[in-house]
């Protein structure tokens, strides 16, 4: 069946529809990986968004279920320039075509994946259709996608109620003892920062985004653990007001992603959004304390702006070697940092897994 990708300039790509068929309006942005597009699929971070996968050959190893980072898809749609039937992999479940119908998601292949990769980094991120409807009211079509906006995606991904896990759950080790108590703050959170947890001995519980400062603080953490989200931080007002409290008591705090801009967000920095982001696993970032370059994996449209940072409050801690925007901040006389990329990343690179036993170095100080 044909489809069609219209994007709010009015360009248009033709190809064939896979998943489902239902029609969606959503940003699009696209992704630099060559592997671990069940990840991208299930990463909470991608809801009200489309992916554009840049690698040509997208599910030549199937769907494994293990892998996921949330209990189902939240992306908007898929675009990729071949999607291939039959995974080749002795863990696989099930193809990516089944995946994407199992879980709803409208996509496209068959389009020149790097023809508007090129569109999106020259003119920045934009609005698009996945239809399999030809076009013919082109302006009735532009005015709907222009008029699409990412709203009320923290809500839509956060856990319902709180839930606790210990060593042995998640497909962790069993026999690891629990040392430290950790309470997540879930505003979009992947399993692997949880796994990541347990597997270094925590006792982990993950709160609902809105839950108040003052319910998590009287759970006793030893740490708190700021996770993964999508959409723009601004729109947060509701957690930024608690993460006040959360700054203003002395536990640990490692934040990752949009934890890290709504934790910026609640001590008086700014964000703002990128041309096109962040979103690969392949951004060389650099700690400017060590000099260490790690290679991260990387899911971001919005940063924290450099020049907004109080020096009395926080300073710089690792840059994007690129472009040398923020991807981590150190705050002063506080047991709290927090970085841009993903840490806990698989399919990988796992470079800087390390953070987290900082975190535990720092709970344990």
Do not use: W
Not at 97 to 114: A, C, K, S, V, Y
Not at 262 to 289: F, I, Q, S, W
Request: aromatic share 8%; net charge negative.
């Amino acid at each position: 069946m044909k489809a069609y990708l219209i994007l709010e300039d009015g360009t248009v790509f033709a190809g064939r529809s896979i998943g489902s068929t239902r029609e969606v309006v959503s940003e699009i942005v696209f992704n630099t990986s060559m592997t671990g597009y069940l990840e991208v699929l299930t990463d909470p971070s991608y809801a009200g968004q489309a992916v554009a996968m840049t690698y040509p050959l997208i599910g030549n190893y199937g769907i494994c279920r293990e892998d996921m980072e949330a209990k189902g898809s939240r992306v908007d749609g898929f675009i990729v320039r071949e999607l291939a039937r039959i995974g080749s992999n002795f863990r696989s479940e099930q193809s990516i075509q089944d995946f994407l119908l199992e879980q709803n998601i409208p996509g496209i292949e068959g389009i020149d994946t790097r023809a508007l990769t090129k569109i999106l980094r020259e003119k920045g991120t934009m609005n698009g259709m996945i239809t399999t409807a030809e076009p013919k009211d082109m302006p009735a079509a532009l005015k709907r996608i222009k008029e699409y906006s990412v709203r009320g995606v923290v809500k839509r991904v956060t856990a319902k109620e709180a839930v606790s896990y210990r060593p042995g759950d998640l497909g962790t080790d069993s026999n690891i003892s629990v040392t430290k108590k950790v309470a997540i703050l879930d505003v979009g959170t992947k399993f692997n920062i949880a796994r990541c947890l347990l597997k270094r001995g925590c006792e982990v519980t993950i709160y609902p985004a809105f839950t108040k400062a003052e319910d998590i603080l009287a759970g006793n953490p030893d740490g708190i653990m700021l996770t993964n989200g999508p959409g723009d931080p601004k729109e947060c007002v509701e957690v930024i007001q608690e993460l006040k409290e959360i700054y203003a008591s002395d536990v640990p705090v490692f934040a990752i992603c949009l934890g890290h801009q709504l934790m910026a967000l609640a001590c008086g920095c700014d964000t703002e959004k990128m041309k096109y982001g962040h979103r690969g696993a392949n951004h060389p970032v650099k700690d400017l304390e060590t000099g260490r370059v790690y290679i991260s994996s990387q899911n971001h449209g919005y940063m924290v702006r450099a020049e907004s940072v109080p020096k009395d409050v926080a300073e710089v801690a690792f840059v994007n070697v690129n472009d040398g925007t923020v991807e981590g901040l150190k705050y002063k006389n506080k047991r709290i940092f927090t970085v841009q990329f993903h840490p806990e990343a698989c399919a990988g690179p796992r470079d800087s897994e390390v953070l987290f036993d900082r975190f535990m170095k720092m709970m344990e100080e």
